[in-house]
């Protein structure tokens, strides 16, 4: 299995935070062949999207580019800025193809300030992923400011979450996969 664990901000701590404490939790579960690619977008240097074809980009776009498309799984870590998705993400999903996500299984980390924003990912997030032709976990993680301490989490809660996240993305990937095998097998190809 492909993963790529994207951290879509490219200001404040609280996503990277959520999204190495996945990476990490991760790391223990997988298999001898699966791989692993783990990106913020606070390490990279993004232009902005402006319509080319998404094969036309170099460095780090088509670096963001490559790995979207060479992943089965997609754990998404965003921060709730302003009751809004970060500009810097909303960036990537404009690079890809319109089909970019399709057979993708992806699960969602939101980090924000106040419960308020809590359906945010609901409003903004999951229509641009279904848009996309994704298929997105039911159920996301959503961590307030207030659940960090210092350099990470601040209970055992939310690693809990974050290992029901991992399983449930996991195993919706693989039921999928069945699916879709099935469904590319009764073509006889």
Same mark, same amino acid.
């Given at each position: 299995? *492909?993963?790529?664990?994207?951290?879509?901000?490219?200001?404040?701590?609280?996503?990277?935070?959520?999204?190495?404490?996945?990476?990490?939790?991760? /790391?223990?579960?997988?298999?001898?062949?699966? !791989?692993?690619?783990?990106?913020?977008?606070?390490?990279?240097?993004?232009?902005?999207?402006? +319509? #080319?074809?998404?094969?036309?980009?170099? @460095?780090? *776009?088509?670096?963001?580019?490559?790995?979207?498309?060479?992943?089965?799984?997609?754990?998404?870590?965003?921060?709730?800025? $302003?009751?809004?998705?970060?500009?810097?993400?909303?960036?990537?999903? @404009?690079?890809?193809?319109?089909?970019?996500? /399709? #057979?993708?299984?992806?699960?969602?980390?939101?980090?924000? +300030?106040?419960?308020?924003?809590?359906?945010?990912? /609901?409003? %903004?997030?999951?229509?641009?992923?279904?848009?996309?032709?994704?298929?997105?976990?039911?159920?996301?993680?959503?961590? !307030?400011?207030?659940?960090?301490?210092?350099?990470?989490?601040?209970?055992?809660?939310?690693?809990?979450?974050? %290992?029901?996240?991992? $399983?449930?993305? %996991?195993?919706?990937?693989?039921?999928? $996969?069945?699916?879709? $095998?099935?469904?590319?097998?009764?073509? +006889?190809?």
């Amino acid at each position: 299995m *492909n993963y790529l664990i994207l951290s879509g901000s490219t200001h404040g701590e609280k996503t990277r935070q959520a999204t190495e404490a996945l990476k990490a939790q991760l /790391e223990l579960q997988l298999n001898p062949d699966d !791989e692993l690619t783990y990106l913020n977008l606070q390490d990279l240097d993004m232009a902005f999207s402006d +319509g #080319r074809h998404p094969m036309d980009w170099r @460095d780090d *776009n088509a670096k963001v580019i490559a790995a979207i498309l060479a992943s089965e799984i997609i754990f998404i870590g965003s921060p709730i800025f $302003q009751a809004s998705i970060p500009g810097s993400l909303k960036n990537v999903f @404009d690079l890809l193809p319109e089909h970019a996500l /399709e #057979r993708k299984t992806i699960g969602l980390v939101i980090t924000a +300030g106040s419960p308020r924003h809590y359906l945010v990912a /609901e409003q %903004q997030l999951i229509p641009i992923l279904n848009y996309l032709k994704a298929v997105v976990v039911p159920k996301y993680v959503f961590i !307030e400011g207030r659940e960090f301490a210092g350099d990470g989490l601040a209970s055992d809660d939310i690693q809990f979450r974050l %290992q029901n996240l991992i $399983q449930d993305t %996991q195993q919706l990937a693989q039921a999928y $996969q069945t699916v879709w $095998q099935a469904e590319d097998e009764s073509f +006889g190809f």
